[in-house]
């Protein structure tokens, strides 16, 4: 009874999770970059792009994508990449 209530859940969540790491893909890519920290300043829930930064929407003006990529990806329940190479 439990695994019929369990599985199709951690299948669900496994698909999902994996749908979300094809698509925010190549994080490490600058172009790429700059637009997932538009896709997060502009589509997450204030407070958790608060968690991350004090000012996204600066951050995001400044070119400082990463407190807003992390803030994406631990939306997404992923683990964030490392920061862009220099």
Do not use: K
């Not at 669900?12 to 896709?39: C, Q, S």
């Not at 996204?56 to 990463?66: Q, T």
């Amino acid at each position: 009874m439990v695994l019929l209530w369990a599985v199709p859940r951690r299948v669900l969540r496994v698909r999902r999770l994996t749908t979300a790491g094809r698509i925010l893909g190549d994080a490490l890519n600058p172009e790429r970059r700059r637009l997932l920290a538009m896709r997060a300043a502009f589509g997450l829930p204030y407070d958790a792009l608060l968690a991350q930064t004090p000012d996204p929407i600066g951050a995001l003006a400044e070119g400082d994508y990463e407190p807003l990529v992390r803030a994406l990806f631990e939306d997404a329940g992923l683990r964030p990449p490392g920061p862009p190479p220099p």
